[in-house]
């Protein structure tokens, strides 16, 4: 089973909220050196620093899209508009109790970044570049101190009212004051924002930043009406409707069951290059069921027409039901050429019990993915062993060239084994689902670490502490992989228990830091920086309701992070990460799990789609409605 994001789905973390809770990192742009020069006169002054004038930008080299291009390569322009499409409602829980997705308070339903636009829109089939939305070009300095975004001066609203500086102005304040943590973190090398006329607005970063990313993660700020939250309590969980700056507005919510989104007739920006074969659909509906039981049900009988399956099990053994067999649902395996994403089980290091290193490889240890996987998963899965399996970011091997260099700054500060041993990676273990020698390898190390087994079997510290660990989550089908774990953890003396808890306590445990272990995936960057910061950076530890699970401080980590921040271009930061990924992995501050590297989508055989699929990108964004395949369902009984 591969696990649906808990907080940041596939994408990344940084400002703009994805489909489930969290935020998404737009790519950034490409800055270079301040130039000076000298006049042939007496009197000598400086020049005006070059100021970069473009349609979009991009975090490494040049963009993919010239100035005058009229929609991506991997849509239909000509796609036909119209329909509906239909998703299983996932993400952090299995409902929702809130349309408001920058806040701590309440579980927002997924589909809301429908609702909300950006100064600039990303490319599917780029790693970094973003081109105008809001947004008609940006203006920057080759210093990298400022950018100025001039704005369409016929965007407007949901409601009408046109959108103007003061509204990126008020975005960017009010996320900062009200919005969840998070936000600290990611715009506090932001210094000001500011409204130079009603559709120019300038922002300017802090002087020592590192400002590879600025000017991206400046443009992936979703714009917010000013106007209506100065009568609507920004701070609040709420079941409104708001007004938003997007193409889709919300049609209707049935609080925890389905929430429907529909186009906006009157939205100003369908035409412009980004959006052309982009949401073809007139509106989109999310369906939440009690368990996956009856999801599933409700895929196999129409009501709803579109699945990523999660579970392996369910995608060997369930997919031979009437609507597949007669050619109405279509099973389908596709590439994801993304990184495979960080799902594992998290430590809290906040707990004394796992400050140790020795305690957390030794619990790690009794996890047998092959027998997880031979078992459980009908071998559909690959162990993960990196923070940024299935790409160039992975470290493999000895460090060497730009890696090592890295490292060798930190070498005081780093165990040695980082310099004379392969990446860390866990064991293979045997196909019983007690592997012997994890068994003794686990045994030894909680020995030194003085937890000690007694009369009883169970280990203890000096102090007579027990030790204990509790998995906890609010998803019951992952019992199946965590009681054997917890088993196993018993076996070698761990007082270790699973609680399946509600979706509201699950919610209000994350946020809090209130458990031992948790699970959860992140989807990882295809050009990693700022959001590393809240994933392991000292200064997202205490946050509440951060994306730091484990509470991760170290300052080398902090200071790796900064340097791939800074990296001056690509193959220096994939150095730089896979320097990052090797320290990650010998602190053992998880259990790493399963990656597939590929989608498994069944849908109901009413979809046209473009003749590619974007590399970086799932694909089902540009489908569209085939009226005839749609009408000959319906004719032959097969939808209601």
């Not at 196999?300 to 392996?312: A, D, I, P, T």
Request: with cysteine; glycine share 8%.
């Amino acid at each position: 089973m591969q696990a649906p994001d808990r907080r940041h789905p596939a994408g990344t973390c940084a400002v703009a909220p994805p489909e489930g809770r969290r935020l998404i990192r737009m790519a950034s742009g490409l800055l270079f050196g301040a130039a000076l020069a000298i006049t042939a006169h007496a009197r000598a002054e400086e020049t005006a620093p070059k100021i970069i004038t473009s349609h979009g930008i991009s975090t490494f080299g040049d963009l993919k899209y010239p100035a005058d291009f009229e929609h991506f390569d991997y849509v239909n322009p000509d796609a036909p508009q119209g329909g509906t499409m239909s998703f299983r409602g996932v993400g952090a829980s299995q409902t929702f109790d809130s349309l408001n997705p920058y806040i701590l308070k309440g579980e927002p339903a997924q589909g809301l970044g429908l609702l909300t636009d950006s100064l600039l829109a990303g490319s599917a089939d780029e790693p970094d570049s973003a081109y105008g939305l809001i947004a008609e070009s940006v203006e920057y300095p080759e210093d990298k101190s400022w950018v100025i975004f001039n704005m369409r001066p016929e965007a407007t609203f949901s409601d009408g009212v046109p959108i103007t500086a003061e509204d990126v102005v008020f975005s960017y304040q009010v996320l900062l004051d009200k919005g969840e943590p998070s936000y600290k973190i990611t715009l506090r090398d932001i210094e000001k924002v500011e409204a130079l006329d009603p559709h120019k607005v300038k922002f300017t970063f802090v002087a020592d930043a590192a400002k590879r990313e600025l000017p991206g993660l400046a443009g992936a700020l979703p714009v917010l009406p000013k106007h209506y939250y100065e009568t609507v309590p920004f701070g609040e969980s709420t079941l409104t409707p708001p007004v938003g700056s997007g193409q889709y507005v919300v049609a209707s919510v049935q609080p925890g069951r389905t929430i429907k989104y529909c186009k906006n007739p009157d939205y100003w920006g369908a035409k412009l290059p980004v959006n052309v074969g982009v949401n073809n659909f007139d509106c989109f509906v999310y369906e939440y069921f009690a368990d996956n039981t009856a999801a599933f049900e409700a895929l196999k009988s129409g009501s709803y027409l579109f699945h990523q399956e999660f579970f392996s099990s369910l995608w060997a053994t369930a997919y031979d039901f009437p609507a597949l067999r007669k050619g109405w649902v279509k099973q389908e395996t596709l590439p994801d050429n993304r990184p495979s994403g960080t799902q594992g089980f998290w430590f809290n290091l906040r707990r004394d019990k796992f400050q140790d290193p020795r305690v957390r490889e030794a619990i790690a240890l009794m996890f047998n993915f092959e027998w997880t996987n031979a078992t459980l998963f009908h071998e559909l899965y690959k162990r993960t062993d990196s923070f940024w399996e299935n790409s160039p970011m992975q470290a493999e091997g000895l460090p060497q060239g730009e890696e090592l260099a890295v490292l060798e700054q930190f070498r005081d500060q780093l165990p040695p084994e980082i310099f004379t041993e392969v990446a860390y990676a866990p064991p293979v273990q045997g196909a019983q689902q007690l592997d012997r020698s994890a068994l003794r390898r686990a045994s030894a190390l909680l020995d030194e670490a003085g937890w000690k087994v007694g009369a009883d079997g169970l280990r203890r510290d000096a102090r007579g502490e027990l030790l204990r660990v509790e998995f906890v989550d609010d998803n019951p089908s992952l019992d199946r992989v965590v009681n054997p774990y917890v088993a196993n953890l018993r076996r070698i003396g761990i007082d270790a228990s699973n609680r399946t808890v509600d979706a509201a306590q699950m919610q209000q445990r994350q946020k809090d830091f209130d458990f031992d272990v948790i699970g959860g995936r992140f989807a990882m960057s295809l050009s990693p920086g700022l959001e590393l910061r809240e994933l392991f950076g000292s200064s997202a530890a205490d946050a509440p309701g951060s994306a730091n699970y484990g509470g991760l401080k170290d300052p080398v980590v902090d200071a790796l992070i900064e340097q791939v921040i800074a990296a001056p271009d690509r193959p220096t930061m994939e150095a730089r990460v896979r320097a990052l990924d090797r320290v990650l992995r010998a602190k053992q501050i998880w259990v790493p799990n399963w990656y597939s590297g590929q989608y498994l989508i069944a849908y109901w055989d009413v979809f046209g789609r473009p003749d590619v699929q974007p590399e970086y990108a799932r694909g089902d964004a540009y489908w569209w409605i085939d009226q005839a395949k749609y009408d000959k369902l319906k004719s032959e009984g097969a939808l209601r």
